[in-house]
């Protein structure tokens, strides 16, 4: 069986929740099951925010990410938080232009993605998330990059011709990052 | 034989449970009489407060809600917004309006409901047994002031009309009294008034009549009806307190 | 129709509005906000109305007052604000008003917290408000569920006059999954022939909606037909799911979120070659009891999971009835149950460790 469970974490405002919606509408295009789950508290902003996705080509259990296959990690608490729900050989994807730190696990495989830096070359520092989503499906093929930009669109609107090139863009550059691992 | 007077067909032929001189049958008369006279009799729902006039649907012939202790006015905004163009109106005591259903009426005089509220003021909790409403007057006794309620300890009655009045949507408030025939032909006008304006669809409506009790009181009739004009009327004072406008 | 990704609170409002509610009474209150919200985007542009009331009191009220008129109507809140209704909620049971009541639970007592929970069960199925009454409780486990829930529970509201209550929490509130809107069953809706719209019937009689029977013959009469009328209920309506239990050496049991959480416990009992099933109500009032009466012949024990300290096993010991041991774990206050720790305690309960 198929099956990838996430978390995605970071600060609120990097696109933690957003970057979650568009993998899961991803699969959802794919005609996979999936299921979404955020972390939710008293602040509106400034606080950290993650949330808990489920690809799955069977029907989704429960919602909740104890032991992920992947964790997606935007900033330096999020990684001291979440590093430790990653199953051994899982995936650990480090956004290094904000973490200098390197992850306490031996047993899982890491990738440095620098995707602040990158996002800033593309022209948009809020497509870091995108970077992080690119290299994600780059490594796991759970969902075709296809899919992901469908989502996007459906998620900004068709209109919004420039920011969708942008998006893509991001994706690839994503992807890019982590082919040096292989 | 020539009719010269009859009983509004809006009073069904039920004989009232009210205590022998208390006002209830007055204002229920009153309201009747404006149903009929308006021909609204038969696009008219009323809710029924708790309190003496909890029964008020027996009396009325019109649709009708009982509702909770002071939320009369919630349960007349669920009408109101599913039957816009019928008529709806609350008849509430001070227990049921100014003490446990206060935030109910501010808020549907704020959203300027299209209701009307008859608030019947007889400064006293009726059905229960004569204990102390917020409109009870100082010094008055009542079986929880058995002294006399203390300022000190209670502050001074509230006075709901003119509170009310502060909002902008609350188009039109009068107070009024059923002591004499004089004030219950004057309550009648601002009772048509109050019904008139939710037909026009002008906004939220009351009424306060000021009444008596004179079984919690412990008076005779009469001597209630002197009470109410020498004690209540200077502490709340007649006549028209918000005017009719259009909310912009 | 294509499936949807859609948020729980979001889902119940879509559902809500293609069951033809137009009447929404609420007050903001989180994990359940955002149904509020979206009603109040969606309910005008079907002809509806959404009306943020002063307090969870006087939305209930409003509630009574829109339902008694014949409409087709709703309220939402989270556990707190459940709290506040239970007046008006038995009210309206008593004046045998439909409508539907949603329960996005949040951990308490008192203020509590935020996190999801189901420690409001004995609140909605026991009572919560005063009175001989019932309330008909759903509990569904999954967004789409959630949906044809309440598509459906509108439908038993009006069948049977009485209200009914979707017992969700803050995960199903705030989670995504893919919905799409089903029909429900068709069922014989009888006419709302009792509503008061100002308008008297052909006879020229007036209506009245009301729960007060001054006399004790009527109350009691009023009484006993309520009753006759929750004995149709747990009749016709009981609904549950129920996994493997036929040949289960220990059935475990749990509702809404937590019985996805007890699935993958089951698949991970099977993997090491224990025979785990489960049943899992779906209507929490009427409670299946005759599932675990009939279960309780052949599995060796019981294990109840809960997001609370221990309240729907209360109904499941009544239902196996001493025939086996009824043991319970369970998370509270937000925390949520544990895969691991519910295999463990199986573990131990068959080991004879407890």
């Known amino acids: 069986m198929v099956e990838q469970q996430i978390i995605i974490a970071g600060f609120g405002g990097q696109g933690v929740l957003s970057m979650g919606q568009i993998l899961s509408y991803a699969g959802l295009l794919e005609g996979k099951n999936v299921s979404w789950l955020p972390s939710y508290g008293p602040e509106m902003r400034g606080g950290t925010a993650n949330c808990n996705v489920i690809i799955s080509e069977e029907l989704v259990g429960s919602p909740i990410v104890k032991e992920a296959d992947a964790a997606i990690i935007m900033n330096l ?32 495989k890491a990738y440095e993605i620098p995707a602040n830096d990158i996002a800033n070359e593309i022209g948009n520092a809020k497509v870091a998330n995108m970077v992080m989503l690119g290299a994600y499906i780059e490594l796991t ?36 990052s982590v082919k040096c691992y292989k | 034989m020539k009719t010269v007077f009859d009983r509004t067909k809006a009073l069904t032929p039920a004989a009232m449970h009210y205590c022998p001189g208390c006002t209830h049958g007055i204002v229920h008369r009153l309201v009747g009489e404006v149903l009929e006279e308006l021909d609204i009799l038969d696009k008219s729902t009323m809710v029924a407060p708790v309190g003496c006039s909890t029964f008020i649907y027996d009396y009325i012939n019109c649709d009708a809600q009982q509702a909770a202790h002071g939320r009369a006015p919630a349960v007349a905004t669920g009408i109101k917004r599913v039957h816009p163009d019928s008529i709806v109106f609350t008849y509430q005591g001070d227990g049921d309006l100014a003490s446990i259903g206060t935030a109910e009426i501010v808020h549907a005089a704020m959203r300027g409901e299209r209701i009307t ?48 009045a502060t909002l902008d949507s609350a188009t039109f ?9 004089a004030h219950i032909r004057k309550a009648k006008s601002a009772i048509k008034k109050a019904f008139e304006n939710q037909i026009t669809g002008v906004g939220f409506s009351m009424v306060e009549v000021l009444s008596t009790c004179p079984t919690n009181w412990k008076m005779t009739p009469v001597e209630a009806l002197e009470w109410l004009k020498d004690n209540m009327i200077p502490y709340y004072p007649l006549g028209n307190i918000g005017n009719p406008k259009e909310v912009e | 129709m294509a499936k949807d990704l859609m948020k729980g609170n979001e889902a119940i409002g879509a559902a809500a509005i293609k069951a033809g509610c137009r009447y929404f009474f609420g007050y903001p209150i989180t994990p359940q906000s955002e149904l509020p919200e979206y009603m109040s985007r969606e309910l005008p542009k079907v002809g509806g109305v959404f009306l943020q009331a002063e307090s969870e009191v006087a939305a209930i009220n409003m509630v009574y007052g829109a339902s008694g008129a014949g409409a087709r109507v709703m309220t939402s809140s989270s556990s707190p604000g459940i709290s506040l209704k239970m007046e008006g909620i038995s009210y309206i049971a008593g004046a045998e008003l439909p409508c539907l009541i949603v329960n996005i639970v949040r951990g308490g007592p008192g203020l509590g917290g935020i996190q999801p929970a189901q420690s409001d069960y004995f609140q909605a199925t026991k009572g919560g408000g005063h009175g001989d009454y019932r309330l008909i409780v759903l509990a569904p486990n999954s967004i789409q569920e959630m949906c044809d ?111 996805r959480i007890v699935s993958n416990a089951i698949k991970a009992l099977k993997k090491i070659g224990i025979k785990a099933g489960m049943i899992r109500p779906i ?67 068959l080991g004879g460790e407890i």
């Not at chain 1, 990684?79 to 899982?90: A, H, I, N, P």
């Not at chain 1, 420039?162 to 992807?175: C, D, S």
């Open chain 1, 77 to 108: 608490p999020s990684l001291e938080k979440f590093e430790k729900f990653v199953v051994s050989g899982g995936n650990l994807l480090i956004n290094s232009s904000l973490i200098s730190e390197k992850t306490s696990r031996g047993d899982v």
């Open chain 2, 117 to 164: 509220v008859i608030f019947v003021n007889n400064a006293i909790y009726g059905m229960t047994g004569g204990q102390m409403a917020p409109t009870t007057l100082a010094g008055q006794k009542a079986s929880t002031a058995p002294l006399g309620r203390d300022k000190l300890h209670y502050g001074m009655p509230i006075r709901m009309s003119e509170m009310l």
């Open chain 3, 149 to 259: 829930l309440v598509m459906d529970g509108f439908d038993i509201a009006d069948q049977y006059r009485n209200p009914v209550m979707i017992l969700g929490d803050g995960t199903l509130g705030q989670m995504m999954e893919a919905v799409e809107f089903n029909e429900p069953k068709k069922r014989e809706l009888p006419p709302k022939d009792w509503a008061t719209t100002g308008i008297k019937d052909k006879n020229g009689k007036k209506r009245l909606i009301s729960s007060l029977f001054i006399q004790p013959e009527d109350l009691e009469n009023h009484n006993l037909k309520l009753q006759m009328k929750y004995e149709e209920i747990k009749k016709n309506e009981t609904k549950f799911e129920s996994l493997d239990v036929d040949d289960a050496d220990i059935v475990l049991t749990a509702y809404g979120t937590t019985s």
């Open chain 2, 173 to 181: 408030i009068e107070r009024v009294s059923v002591h004499d025939p």
């Open chain 1, 141 to 176: 093929k759970i969902v075709a990059k296809q899919s992901i930009i469908q989502s996007v669109e459906k998620v900004l609107g068709s209109s919004k011709g420039n920011l969708i090139q942008i998006n893509e863009e991001a994706l690839k550059r994503g992807a890019e």
């Open chain 3, 283 to 349: 209507t929490l009032w009427p409670f299946p009891y005759g599932a675990y009466e009939k279960a309780a012949d052949s599995a060796k024990a019981f294990l109840t999971v809960e997001m609370s300290l221990g309240q729907m096993v209360e109904d499941v010991r009544l239902g196996v009835n001493g025939k086996k041991p009824v043991y319970f774990y369970g998370r509270t206050g937000g925390m949520l149950p544990d895969q691991t720790e519910i295999v463990e305690k199986v573990k131990k309960i």
